[in-house]
Nanobody, 120 residues
Framework: QLQASGGGSVQAGGSPRLSCAVS????????MAWFRQAPGRDRVYLAA??????????ADSVSVKGRFTISRDNAENTVYLQMNSLKAEDTAVYYC?????????????WGQGTEVTVSS
């Protein structure tokens, strides 16, 4: 139901955009988020966007604020993560997730992940 794409091998400093196409749920009623899991590390929360797109949140605990932007297109049932100025430490599998309410207390639906490898 959540299909993430846009990952691959990227040079440091690159600016890929990840997409997550959603089907099978009423996309416009769900908040969406992006997480990532680096090799050997726990999954971490990166960013979230409310159902309307009016509100966004970026985690302070990871160095993505100011470099990553979450957005959504409710007409296309898709959420995006624009990533700029990539660093080697951004190498991870990136997951999208859907949760009800904002901020969601839990995420009910998850994508399969798309891998991003940053090389210098």
């Amino acid at each position: 139901q959540l299909q993430a794409s846009g990952g691959g091998s990227v040079q440091a400093g690159g600016s890929p955009r990840l997409s997550c196409a959603v089907s099978g749920i009423d996309f416009s009623m769900y908040a969406m988020a992006w997480f990532r899991q680096a090799p050997g590390r726990d999954r971490v929360y990166l960013a979230a966007i409310s159902w309307s797109g009016a509100y966004t949140y970026y985690a302070d605990s990871v160095s993505v604020k100011g470099r990553f932007t979450i957005s959504r297109d409710n007409a296309e049932n898709t959420v995006y993560l624009q990533m700029n100025s990539l660093k080697a430490e951004d190498t991870a599998v990136y997951y999208c997730a859907a949760g009800f309410g904002y901020p969601p207390t839990q995420y009910d639906y998850w994508g399969q992940g798309t891998e991003v490898t940053v090389s210098s």
